[in-house]
Structure formats: C-alpha cells, structure tokens
C-alpha cells in the first residue's frame, strides 16, 4: 500500500509569485485536507476537497486554492506569495469524508520558503 | 472557538523516564481528541485517539485518557526510550472537518 507522497520536497520562490505543490493520497483514499505548518507550530487547516469538490475551508485567503482530480490526486495553489507564506505544507488524506472517525495519514510536507 | 493548548517544551528526559505531556482544549459539541508524533524528516502519524468521555486511547505504551470533566487529554508513557525522540501534538476534531492542533511539544530522550 503506497503511502501519502508530495512533491516537491523543498521550493524557494520570490514575493509576488505563484506555486503549485502537489500530494497523492493513499490508495482508495477519496479525500484530502491540506494544513499549513509554520516553524515552531501546529498545522493549521487550510481546506478539504472531497470527491473533487471543496468540502470546507479554515481562516485562509482566496488566493489559496486547490483541485482534486478523479484519481483523488490533489494540488494546492498559493498567488501573489507573501514572506509569511513561508512554512511547512501537508497534506493528509483519509477514506472518508469525516475527520473525527476516519484516521487521516499524512504525506511528510513540501517546505516552501519565499524570499 | 475550538482549540487546543499543550504543554510547552522542550521536554528533556533520561531513558526509562516517566512522561507526561499536558493537553487541554476548549470545543462545542462532543469533539474527538487525538496525539500525532512527528519524527524528523517525516510527516505526522497518528498515535493515538479517543472519540469519547472517559475512552483511553493507548499505543506503542502511549495512553491518554479523554476527560471531559478537565477538558483534558494528557498524553503519558511509563518509561520512554531514545526512539520516542520527536515533536508531539496534541488535536481535536469536533465533528467536521476541520482539524486543530496545538502547538506541538518537543521531547529528546537522552541514553
């Protein structure tokens, strides 16, 4: 059984740009939630896609983004990057839609640094 | 709103040591409480969960007992060894879908 993978790893981009980072979910996992991780804190829920559709969202802007394909694959797209956009990306996915019953595994985060 | 307060570290304890990482949380609702552990290098995993008052969740020699009289959640081993070396974090769910944690605890096991 494949894990959570993302990619990239490491990313280092410039205010102002625009990123995609990437995760595949675990097999026959159907949804996906993606937290952003500052240095020395918890992740914070960023939003959650379910089936491809959207299914909630936490305190972030609209220049935060995603898609979920129908393989359940999943992207988070950040515009107009900001220095505080610096941190730990994960992702987690899950086999169903409710987080408080099903366990969620997460991918080991893209870190991405904007200078 | 919902959240989660954890002990600060880091925590510094000696093999074979007793511990005890403090967790409180304030939600609406019935929420689920969990500990993920994140290695260095590695995404979070899961150690351990309880959906209910009064349910023990245990693991690995991990336990922490839901308490909704406390609002607590502490997480405690009886003897921790080097590999329990890791930042810690403490969460709850309260029934969407929307996942708090807390600030995470870092605990370095010395031999």
């Known amino acids: 059984e494949t894990g959570v993978t993302q990619s990239p790893t490491h990313l280092i981009k410039t205010r102002g740009q625009q990123v995609t980072l990437r995760c595949s979910s675990q097999?026959?996992?159907?949804?996906v939630s993606w937290y952003q991780q500052a240095l020395g804190q918890g992740p914070q829920f960023i939003f959650q896609?379910?089936?491809?559709?959207?299914?909630g969202r936490g305190n972030f802007p609209p220049r935060f983004s995603g898609l979920q394909f129908p393989n359940y694959s999943s992207e988070l797209n950040v515009n107009a990057l900001e220095l505080d956009d610096s941190a730990l990306y994960l992702c987690?996915?899950?086999?169903?839609?409710?987080?408080?019953?099903?366990?969620?595994?997460f991918g080991p985060g893209t870190r991405l640094l904007v200078l | 709103g919902n959240s989660v307060t954890q002990m600060e570290g880091p925590v510094t304890l000696s093999e074979e040591a007793f511990l005890t990482i403090n967790c409180t949380y304030t939600?609406?609702?019935?929420?689920?409480l969990f500990w993920y552990v994140q290695y260095p290098g590695e995404g979070l995993q899961l150690l351990l969960k309880?959906?209910?008052?009064?349910d023990k969740g245990s693991n690995k020699g991990f336990e922490a007992t839901y308490r909704k009289e406390t609002t607590s959640f502490h997480l405690e081993k009886g003897s921790v060894q080097v590999s329990d070396s890791a930042v810690y974090f403490c969460?709850?769910?309260?029934?969407?879908?929307?996942?708090?944690f807390g600030a995470g605890t870092r605990l370095t096991v010395k031999p």
């Open positions: 987690a996915s899950s086999l169903n839609l409710a987080v408080s019953e099903e366990t969620q595994y």
């Open positions: 097999s026959g996992h159907n949804t």
């Open positions: 969460a709850l769910s309260a029934g969407n879908n929307d996942m708090r």
């Open positions: 896609y379910y089936r491809e559709e959207e299914n």
């Open positions: 939600a609406t609702g019935y929420p689920s």
């Open positions: 309880a959906t209910k008052a009064d």
